[in-house]
């Protein structure tokens, strides 16, 4: 399993991101994937996962209604569109080919001023 994710900045309160997860090394089109965080000093936090398909989604409660993840099984590539961030949401950004995050690549950095 490789993954690397990619579209991390530096953005103001109120502003949008998106992350890609580039996937190679097993057969995506198949596989659960999921988007983790860990900010500056805590543990690493589950925020979104989508199934196979892409048509079933689900994210923690404090990213739900801004935070989109979305699949193209034919790029073999996953996003995390990021509407409305926060500073809370400053953290490095992973995705995952596991409910726990032990694939998970080498992530990308979002940070939100407050």
């Known amino acids: 399993v490789q993954l690397v994710e990619s579209g991390g900045g530096l953005v103001q309160p109120g502003e949008s991101l998106r992350l890609s997860c580039a996937a190679s090394g097993f057969t995506f089109s198949a596989a659960p994937m999921y988007w983790f965080r860990q900010a500056p000093g805590k543990g690493l936090e589950w925020v979104a996962s989508?199934?196979?398909?892409?048509?079933?989604?689900s994210y923690t409660v404090s990213v739900k209604g801004r935070f989109t993840i979305s699949r193209d099984n034919a790029k073999k590539t996953l996003y995390l569109q990021m509407n409305s961030l926060k500073p809370e949401d400053t953290a490095l950004y992973y995705c995952?080919?596991?409910?726990?995050?032990?694939?998970r690549g080498p992530g990308t950095q979002v940070t939100v001023p407050s």
């Open positions: 995952a080919a596991d409910g726990s995050g032990a694939t």
């Open positions: 989508a199934n196979a398909g892409g048509g079933s989604t």
